[in-house]
């Protein structure tokens, strides 16, 4: 015996509906995922290499300033004393003299103590080389 007839009655229905996910919804595929991160990988890249060579550019100028400032040095040297210092320790103490990439700046003394060269070997630590490896010199009087 039914408690409801078919007119007085709503029975529901059981139906499978699915509802159509819209692109958003669904999230993003695997190659999808990679493309991105490659692309954010290549961008990274172009910025750090700009960021590694504006470091190098700024080292060589401090170098070229710290051998400037040598120079002052040595010229307060040779008026007091007649000629240049033998190396660079009579006038620094046991203080390293290095250059701005952390390598020691060579001195060298010519013409019997009345000229100078101070040289830096640039990035690699090596004679010769270009861009940040470039030497640095600087010679006086």
């Known amino acids: 015996m039914s408690l409801c007839t078919t007119s007085d ?3 529901p229905r059981r139906t499978a509906s699915r509802r159509t996910l819209s692109r958003f919804e669904r999230g993003l595929t695997l190659i999808e995922i990679i493309i991105v991160v490659a692309i954010i990988g290549i961008v990274l890249s172009f910025l750090l290499k700009g960021v590694f060579s504006g470091a190098q550019e700024a080292k ?7 051998l400037e400032q040598l120079k002052g040095d040595l010229t307060v040297y040779q008026v007091s004393n007649n000629q240049f210092p033998g190396s660079l320790q009579d006038i620094k103490g046991n203080e390293a003299v290095n250059d701005g990439f952390g390598n020691p700046i060579q001195y060298k003394v010519s013409d019997g103590g009345r000229s100078f ?3 830096s070997l640039g990035a690699d630590g090596k004679p010769g080389g270009t861009g940040s490896n ?7 009087p």
């Open 134 to 140: 470039q030497d640095i010199t600087l010679k006086g």
């Open 9 to 11: 009655c709503i029975v």
């Open 117 to 119: 060269e101070l040289l």
């Open 60 to 66: 060589a100028k401090l170098t070229k300033a710290m």
